[in-house]
């Protein structure tokens, strides 16, 4: 899933998702004014570029922040393994998949 910073959002959904294909929509502002308070929250930068747990069939999550200085962060969190505080944008994003209209 990709959310610009317009709310913009794309979701491509593959495998294990109840319905499988390319979708878009508009995120609430509300919804994302919360999700940009959760990355600032996260301090993003300060974190590792790199999370994982030693146990396999887990999923892999990637998670790229570009600011408006084009500064960019990419984190890639096997497990997940990383802090709670990327626990919580991972799980806001998952909700998005329930709480927004696709199209």
Avoid: C
């Avoid at 999923?59 to 984190?75: C, E, H, M």
């Amino acid at each position: 899933m990709s959310v610009l910073e317009d709310g913009t959002a794309y979701y491509d959904a593959e495998m294990y998702n109840d319905q499988q294909g390319h979708f878009k929509t508009i995120v609430e502002k509300a919804q994302l004014d919360s999700l940009k308070q959760l990355i600032e929250l996260s301090n993003i930068l300060g974190l590792k570029d790199n999370y994982s747990i030693p146990v396999t069939d887990h999923p892999t999550y990637t998670l790229r922040v570009q600011y408006n200085n084009d500064q960019q962060k990419t984190i890639r969190d096997y497990g997940p393994g990383g802090p709670d505080e990327l626990k919580k944008i991972y799980h806001f994003m998952f909700s998005l998949r329930e709480t927004q209209h696709w199209r």
